[in-house]
């Protein structure tokens, strides 16, 4: 077994009704900027209203901020941080999906630093610069069970004008809680929580075969595979369905832990180049459509991993190959077996551009990998799951 | 599935050699009381020379306070807090096994806050009274695997005077971060490894059955006593075998996490009264010669339960029973199946009175008892255990 450092430091509130906390909660501050998506879910659904209400109750003002895209962008994260520092917020709440909480952190980064987002990015143009002020603290409060960005000190952000997409983070952007109330769930469509769902359900898979992978992110991987396998079907037919919501979300928020304690590899390298160029590609999706060809490429580094993650999902679990059936089939009973890169625009002729981009951007997570994969592999697992 | 709170802030440094941690680390502090037992293992083996050393080298000074016995009594935490105080300690390091970071936590309490430790305690005699100054912070540095301690937020104490075994604890009490390095295990006898061993196995075995066990808590569980089963005849047959020391120190680290997540329940009671009496039991003991009848109790209750531990101990589990098989055999191959409660002094005459015993210094774990027990469950419980 190898080394390795533990630390989740966040306080994670869980379960149906938890979002009452936040009118109970010790905040870590008295003026809250709340960063929510450009759509109108946290609106229409009443949840910013509630939010707003119980920070209030809790003597507690607030700001929103409504712009973040599906895929949040650079811009926003200095718009967002402008407006704090001219609202005197000292902490950030992100309530929404992985977007907004990305962003939130990324903006409690900005709000007392100096200079450009990308001064502080290391990898693709990034500057790779130390930042010396504080980060503000953050609050999740997820609506979404995708990203495990709660329960991780991680955010990911695109910048437009590079074509860019990539993660930063560090001990500093542990949320100091977070808030998983699957009764904010409830709402999501049957395809976006397909695709959420597929993203923690990778993010556990990935951690579970990176390279530093620990006895602790392979129990949180392979239990939050198992919810997965079991429920996610569940919660695409009957969103309503609050038990399949629950253990959803719990996977999820597993899956954040397993971010926490291993890594992603060069998997979602390949998915941030792919929706760097074609922003209207859902992250989830992009992973969807990659994974078989990703995991067959490792099916024969590290079979026994394969085997175990088979095992969790309810199969035999007798070869490597049987974790590629159990995850076409889980992906046929979710209904997103069909998915094309074509009909999101993706053509064949960018597979060079899009494998150079993975190792420009993300090249880290190549590191993670337990066998380094060269550009000629990155373009032979785009090349396969092309359609 | 039940609503929860996950929280474990400390920051933990897992693995051989972990120990120059602390000479890296920011330290909480810049004077440290370093708590140890009054035995001579941290000296002999030089583990307090090199602790010193490395505070030193991070430019912190220290103390030594070495009086801590197998079973602490709260005389001690009472000497170190006076102690810590007329040192200017302003951080306290446990260092040893769980009665050295136990005494840690408590004397932690008790150097700023007022009056008796018993004062702020809940239970028997205990006045219940909140604690208004701060609790300093605790660095836990293990050398045995057994309490999981320098994973979760709690410390039990024995009242000499009143016969109590009490535990108390909190958020204030999580280490700010512990160190587990199995190179400072290799030296610890094989009898004490049993008996250790067993004690993290029952505090995930426990925090598995529990009333208010968690998906999660459930994963750190299975993961320990499936190391357990695997590991500790290993680390019992051969002291210096550095992978099974490390895949028992690893388990009892999750055990830890579980104490943190979930709870152990009434067999701790039970134990506790029985160590109360007799200080010269071992708590690992006291656990093992309990646990047939305690567990064959809770077979009708939650027998799913128990077949999952039979399974990931490598039995087929098909009933509860198999798990019962399990417990046995491990036991067997860890050379403790022949404990007798007689051999400690303890008599049958006794039972009631420790019955008694458990209910009132710790009956809040009897509330995390699937099924509540009675006065009389408890004593059919010890009286089947009795030899």
Redesign the interface.
């Known amino acids: 077994?190898?080394?390795?450092?533990?630390?989740?430091?966040t306080?994670?509130?869980?379960?149906?009704?938890?979002i009452k906390e936040l009118s109970q909660t010790k905040l870590p501050g008295n003026k809250a900027l709340i960063v929510i998506s450009a759509g109108q879910s946290m609106k229409k659904f009443g949840y910013l209203q509630r939010v707003q209400d119980l920070l209030k109750t809790n003597n507690c003002e607030s700001v929103v901020f409504d712009k973040i895209l599906p895929n949040p962008v650079k811009s926003h994260v200095m718009e967002g941080a402008d407006l704090a520092r001219r609202e005197n917020c000292d902490f950030i709440v992100g309530l929404g999906g992985g977007s907004s909480i990305d962003t939130a952190k990324s903006i409690a980064l900005m709000v007392k630093n100096p200079g450009d987002y990308w001064d502080y990015i290391h990898g693709g143009s990034g500057q790779g610069k130390l930042y010396k002020e504080a980060v503000l603290p953050v609050v999740a409060i997820t609506t979404t069970a995708g990203t495990g960005t709660e329960a991780d000190p991680w955010t990911v952000i695109t910048n437009e004008e590079k074509q860019e997409k990539i993660g930063f983070g560090g001990d500093d952007f542990f949320p100091v809680f977070s808030i998983v109330d699957p009764e904010l769930m409830l709402s999501i469509p049957p395809e976006l929580t397909a695709f959420q769902g597929f993203d923690a359900f990778f993010h556990a898979a990935e951690g579970y075969i990176a390279k530093i992978a620990?006895?602790?992110s392979?129990?949180?991987a392979?239990?939050s595979m198992a919810?997965i396998a079991e429920y996610l079907p569940k919660a695409i037919k009957n969103g309503k369905d609050l038990?399949a919501r629950?253990?959803i979300a719990?996977a999820n928020t597993?899956s954040g832990m397993v971010e926490s304690t291993s890594s992603c590899t060069s998997e979602h390298s390949m998915e941030h180049a792919l929706s760097a160029y074609h922003p209207s590609l859902p992250h989830g999706a992009g992973l969807i459509m990659l994974s078989e060809s990703y995991f067959r490429h490792f099916s024969s580094v590290c079979p026994e991993r394969l085997i175990k993650m088979a095992k969790t999902m309810g199969k035999e679990g007798e070869t490597a190959d049987d974790f590629i059936s159990a995850l076409l089939k889980l992906q046929n009973d979710c209904g997103v077996a069909g998915l094309k890169m074509s009909d999101y625009g993706i053509q064949k002729s960018e597979i060079h551009k899009i494998a150079e981009n993975a190792h420009h951007t993300m090249g880290g997570l190549y590191d993670m990998d337990r066998q380094t994969l060269s550009h000629q592999d990155t373009v032979d697992i785009i090349t396969a799951a092309f359609k």
Chains 1, 2 share one sequence.
């Open positions: 077994m190898k080394n390795f450092n533990y630390y989740i430091p306080r994670i509130f869980f379960g149906p009704g938890s620990t006895p602790i392979d129990a949180y392979l239990q919810l038990e629950t253990q719990l597993l």
